[in-house]
């Protein structure tokens, strides 16, 4: 199957900016996704990108997308308290494949 | 629009004991998926429906494991003769069928399994 990797945790000052990365080894998906998982709830879309795109921009939220290196990134601008979560890239078109996450833990 | 549901919550159930959850995806959504997450780790798919069709299994559905979708609705999926392996949180997902183009999929808050 396919092979998703992220890096584990990130710790991030509230106002500053966040980036997770991910890994990945088949780029034949026609979408890549971030999900958002926070304790007790459901996971929850944050965003997507199409493969044919190098950058998306979703209000403080910065897709990027590298085909050639098969990495992609999630830009958290004015990181905040309530985006302390686990943050999962996904790939795949019906069966997502899903990175372990990253714990982002936002501190005053 | 309620969402994607999924009873029970949590189960905890005893080694060899049969266990069996049941998701209801959004109503107008004819594809459902099941993903199992294990602590520390992302959801790992399972297996999904198109209508009642059950289109795919994934090699980590033992033969202890089987899902039906008999009406195109609703799911269930069944653990037989259960493991303290098969600890997870069992996850369902649901979105309209479509490849090539985006089609979202939504998830339920998932069942928490403990096997003792």
């Known amino acids: 199957g396919e092979d998703v990797e992220q890096s584990l945790f990130l710790s991030v000052r509230e106002g500053d900016s966040s980036v997770i990365n991910c890994t990945y080894t088949d780029s034949s998906s026609t979408y890549l996704y971030w999900y958002k998982q926070e304790p007790g709830a459901g996971l929850q879309l944050l965003t997507y990108?199409?493969?044919?795109?190098d950058m998306k921009q979703d209000q403080r939220l910065t897709v990027l997308l590298n085909k050639k290196d098969k990495h992609l990134s999630l830009r958290i601008a004015d990181t905040q308290t309530g985006d302390s979560a686990i943050y999962f890239c996904a790939v795949n078109d019906y069966k997502l494949s899903f990175g372990a996450g990253t714990t982002v833990t936002v501190r005053a | 629009d309620t969402g994607v549901s999924q009873d029970p919550r949590h189960k905890i159930t005893k080694r060899g004991q049969n266990v069996t959850f049941r998701c209801d995806p959004i109503s107008e959504h004819n594809r459902l998926y099941w993903y199992r997450q294990t602590l520390g780790q992302g959801p790992e798919f399972l297996t999904y429906?198109?209508?009642?069709?059950?289109?795919?299994k994934s090699r980590l559905l033992s033969d202890r494991f089987s899902a039906e979708r008999p009406k195109g609705s609703f799911s269930t999926l069944e653990i037989q003769r259960t493991e303290q392996g098969d600890s997870a949180m069992y996850l369902c997902a649901s979105s309209v069928a479509g490849d090539g183009f985006y089609n979202e999929q939504f998830f339920g808050p998932g069942t928490r399994l403990t096997v003792l």
């Open positions: 990108i199409f493969s044919n795109m």
């Open positions: 429906f198109q209508n009642e069709a059950q289109l795919e």
